[in-house]
């Protein structure tokens, strides 16, 4: 039996608490795809699962849909368990990278569609159980403004009589989500819905996303493998890889804290410049060595690290070049490799002490591929990594 509420009754809508408790998938072929997933998602969060291809992303939006059994762990939506509860009764609307639009269909019927056949099933003002005349024109009624405030939210007014292929790609997107928002769900759940669009409309319906979020308030749950777009999107990232969470934070959190070292490579474009070698430690001196590079640290810098194996990071955009690198508190010499223009800026591929960094700076005419220049940064912007593709951050 559906557990649906009639559409009328309910007054707040998209809402809802998602709550993953070591939430785990294997698949018959004993793939396991997801482990020990703990994650609370708060009413009206827009949380998004990033990482990169394979790392349990989409598997785990579909356990939450209820397309994936959960074999390990429980699910629970505002306090209930949803472990066995079909994906139909489950109040979730589920937009797919491939958003297939009934071709045969209006907008206005494609975005009316799930309320059409919930009206059929007679959950819709409970008409069909009646069977009254004047509540199935109430129930029809009911759609077509439910339409009509979709349509308005999303500007598709002008194309409700179109069909699929007489709009643009990032018109029938829209439609896409207009289908999800017009149920009126308690959790809407993207699947990488940008990814069939070109950069630039990407670009754009990533801002009317946010913009839609901001409007209905609704919680959402969003999967995409472009950390600069988790970035953008999130009230909070879930930065997953190989079927675990590696850090769950604000995205400025997440760039500027990274709990370890995949997700301080992962976070930026370019990601952050990670060298391994050794710490020094003695006399009041702290010391990273890596070959003939070595910097000294500010004291105290790193204070949970042991001496020995670890990992130094520095982002891109906090060293200096040129000119620009005098009076650093670091300062050496680095040979360009290669430059890319960016327009406004320019990202560097430098050889220093033998190893391949990047900077980001602003365009300087004087820093030329061949060149030898000065590079300079602050030790104090580092961070230290214990050893190991996902060692936490020590400094
Ligand atoms: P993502 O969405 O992050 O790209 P997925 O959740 O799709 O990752 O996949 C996670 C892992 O589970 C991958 O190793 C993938 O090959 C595996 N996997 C996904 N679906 C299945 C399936 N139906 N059967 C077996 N293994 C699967």
Redesign the pocket.
Same mark, same amino acid.
């Given at each position: 039996m559906s557990t649906e509420r009639p559409l009328e009754n309910r007054m707040s809508e998209s809402h809802a608490k998602v709550r993953l408790r070591e939430l785990g998938k294997t698949?018959p #072929?004993g793939?396991t795809?997801v482990e020990g997933v703990d994650l609370g998602i708060e009413e009206g969060e827009f949380c998004v699962l990033v #990482?990169p291809? #394979?790392? #349990?992303?989409?598997?785990?939006l579909r356990m939450i849909a209820g397309l994936e059994e959960i074999t390990a762990g429980t699910l629970d939506i505002d306090g209930r368990v949803m472990n066995d509860v079909p994906a139909r009764d489950r109040d979730i609307a589920f937009v797919f990278q491939n958003y297939a639009l009934y071709p045969h269909l209006t907008v206005a019927a494609n975005i009316g569609f799930g309320l059409e056949r919930r009206r059929r099933h007679g959950s819709l003002l409970g008409a069909a159980v009646t069977g009254q005349l004047a509540a199935r024109r109430a129930e029809s009624q009911a759609i077509r403004e439910r339409v009509a405030e979709t349509a308005r939210i999303l500007g598709l007014e002008g194309v409700l009589g179109r069909y699929p292929r007489e709009l643009s790609g990032g018109q029938r997107q829209r439609v896409a989500v207009g289908r999800a928002i017009a149920r009126k769900p308690k959790v809407f759940l993207f699947d990488e819905p940008l990814s069939n669009l070109d950069a630039r409309l990407r670009l754009e319906t990533r801002i009317e996303l946010r913009q839609l979020h901001r409007r209905l308030g609704a919680t959402i749950v969003y999967?995409t493998?472009d950390q600069e777009e988790a970035m953008t999107l999130a009230d909070r990232l879930v930065v997953?890889h190989r079927?675990r969470v590696q850090q769950v934070a604000a995205p400025l959190e997440a760039y500027h804290h990274p709990a370890n070292r995949f997700v301080a490579a992962f976070l930026g474009t370019p990601g952050m410049n990670l060298v391994d070698g050794r710490l020094h430690r003695g006399d009041g001196l702290e010391r990273f060595v890596a070959g003939d590079l070595a910097i000294d640290l500010p004291a105290g810098k790193s204070a949970a690290a042991m001496p020995g194996e670890i990992c130094f990071g520095v982002r891109p955009d906090r060293l200096r070049l040129g000119a620009a690198a005098a009076g650093s508190p670091w300062t050496g010499t680095a040979s360009v490799a290669a430059i890319e223009q960016l327009g406004d800026r320019m990202d560097v591929a430098l050889e220093l002490a033998g190893r391949r960094v990047t900077a980001r700076v602003l365009p300087d005419a004087a820093i030329a591929e061949g060149a030898t220049v000065p590079v300079g940064f602050d030790p104090a912007d580092g961070h230290l990594f214990a050893p190991g593709e996902e060692g936490p951050r020590v400094g």
């Open positions: 698949y #072929g793939v795809a #990482g291809s #394979g790392c #349990g992303k989409s598997t785990t999967v493998h997953m079927g």
